[in-house]
């Protein structure tokens, strides 16, 4: 006892919300220690007194033992004064505004948690069956302190053996808020077309007969609604195509297991990281065998998940198929649906059976879309498993609310230096879409206990976020879209100084009232210069472009090559109807409706038109996407390009339409086109690191998940000393819009002291 000191251990990491101070209590009881645990903003601080040897395994325990949901970024051990401790106590929050970080995502069920389904007397066989480090958390939470009174479990009453549980710190489910069983818990219900059933035996027996059968049903998720049906029933695919009215975009897909999975994709280290991770996101991988044609319509990239939920794998043990779709539960672009009876009325006209269950689901998670490129995770779509876990910063964010863009939107709120991005809520077009997200924005006001003292937006006037920041009463300021996009990509890596931008993407209003897209910046958080740019090129008929590419390709070659390209004898001129090309001319010669655009997505739509890859698109990006889909990774050619002012392509358009003439493969001609972009990318950067002197380069924009240009353009920088900075936990499309514009609005007032 003599050598006995205090020793305070500080924890830094996402490790709260996450039964983190009960294992360390368990721990400390395990190592016979003393003291106190206690969550405070910057992680989680312990307090114990022993000798020194004990200690130091004592933390390093703390790291490699940490609850599968955390992730701890650091354990420092220093003396401190010494007291002397009778027991080990969890010392409570008693500050409201640390408990914010309490509110974790959802997680996916645990391994010890599949095993009590079967040996545990009362939980046997029980699908909503979860512990402190797995089950629901962000889609029941409805206020805090996160208690089980404050979740949509407060309904049900705790059994004596759950709640013996759940008050014991030595079990793994000591105040796990969702604790339940079979005794006590929520329950499923299937719904045949008005018939009920309620016995989970007969559910699974009858949900798998209807999904072999080659029906659609729908089943209540995690964070909503989802429809499934047999992966490789090509003829139900197609079925639920039409009746979902979605005719383009690949179909997500649930594979029984990993092994399975490694038969119908190619799955590297990191890959299989991220598809066993707790967050079980969708992840786009490499195709080997094929399911269902009608998934992936063309692409040889397959959307992946893993079960996530108890119901998923008895499921899986009933189905005897190796994947399932497994897709968004809403019609066409509206937002999945999480009541029990809105399903009933709007699914059951894709679905023949829907599945419910007497839970709630308060804040709506759609499945979230992850990638892997130069071995890194990079998010496409944050929600389930990611939101809402906070980005920390340096800057004080406090009080900010950023609206985000239009598609694929989130918003975001500043908490202290905290970034709180919301889930996913989708393209602001539609009214369903809107009043999720205004829902949304009314509950992270009450969760988070955040009210707004100013607003950021984008330029664009026309964003329904940008209406809807303008209604909410605080002063606003407006961002430009490129210049947030950057800002994101910094926001991730912690940067706040001068830089490189590059942002590529669809399309985002300039501060010339141009469409921007295909932008180089010398920028910092508070303000950016534009460098250069692509080449203007006037978009006939405005928005309508997005959907039909063909209409920039022949705006691209009457730019460069004149009214004489309708003479060329490559099939895209031949199959050309020619008066409406003939009223497109002449509405660009008289600047009717044909904004001029840099866009970098535009020139891809361009190219892909061109080539025959893709004329008319049906979902958002197909065009870029099926150009991606077609290149020969072997290849190292490229076309010219010119870079004075601006970044011109007339040149590449010129030498594309030979190699048309000259009949050279589509894969060809978009791999050469493809390593042009990157080319001309760094032979800019290369231009300005030598007038500025500045060698961080930051990238962002919807054009960098194209996974070809990210690789390659990462790569081949690093190569040529620069420090380059691409978004991972973020994503680089406008969904990661939001946090930039909080920074800059942090960082501007910051400045300017208002
Ligand atoms: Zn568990
Ligand atoms: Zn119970
Ligand atoms: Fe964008």
Known sequence: MKNNETYLIHVKGLVQGVGFRPFVYRLAHRFHLNGTVENSNDGVFVRVTGNFKDI?????????????ASNVDSVDVKK?????????????????????TDISPDIAVCDACLDDMKT???RIEYPFINCTNCGPRFSIIKDLPYDREKTTMAPFVMCDACRSEYEDVLDRRFHAQPVACNTCGPVYKLDISGEKIDDLPEILKNISLLIKRGEIVAVKGVGGFQIACDAQNEETVKRLRKLKSREGKPFAVMFSGLDVLRRFAYINDVEEKSLTSWRRPILILKEKEKLAPSISVGFDTIGAMLPYMPFHYQLFEHLDLPAIVLTSGNISDEPIVIENEEALEKL????????????????????????????????????????????????????????????????????GNQAIMSQHIGDLKNLETLEFYSEAFGRFKKLFRFEPSVA??????DYLSSRFANDIGVPVIEVQHHHAHIASCMAEYGLDEKVIGVSFDGTGLGDDGNIWGGEFFVCDLADYERYTHFDYVPLPGGDTVTKEPWRTAVSYLYKYIGKEFLN???????????????????????KINCPLSSSAGRLFDAVAALTGVCGVSKFHAEAPMRLESVVDYRMHHAYPFDFGDTVSFGNTMFDIVDDLLYGESVSEISTKFHNTVINSILAVVSQMRKETGLDKV????????NRYILSNVETILTLEGFKVYTQSRIPSNDAGIALGQLVIAAKRREIEEW
């Open 568 to 590: 060329l004898q490559i099939p895209f001129v031949e199959e050309l109807d020619f008066s409406k090309a003939e009223v497109m001319l002449q509405a660009i010669d008289k």
């Open 698 to 705: 930051v990238f962002s924009g919807g054009t960098f998940q």
């Open 120 to 122: 545990q007397p009362h």
């Open 80 to 100: 401190i004064d010494f007291e002397d401790f009778i027991d080990f106590k969890i010392v409570k929050s008693k500050n409201l505004s640390e408990a914010i």
């Open 456 to 461: 950021v937006c984008d330029m664009h006037p």
């Open 348 to 415: 059951s006209g894709i679905a023949g059976a829907v599945l419910t269950y007497n839970r709630e689901i308060y804040n709506r998670t759609d499945d979230s879309v992850a990638m892997v490129v130069n071995n890194r995770e990079r998010i496409i779509r944050r929600s389930r498993g990611y939101s809402p876990e906070p980005v920390n910063l340096e800057l004080n964010v406090d009080g900010i609310f950023a609206a985000g863009a239009e598609l694929v939107n989130c918003f975001c709120i500043g908490k």
């Open 56 to 68: 130091e395994i004592f933390a390093k325990a703390i790291e490699t033992e940490a609850p599968v």
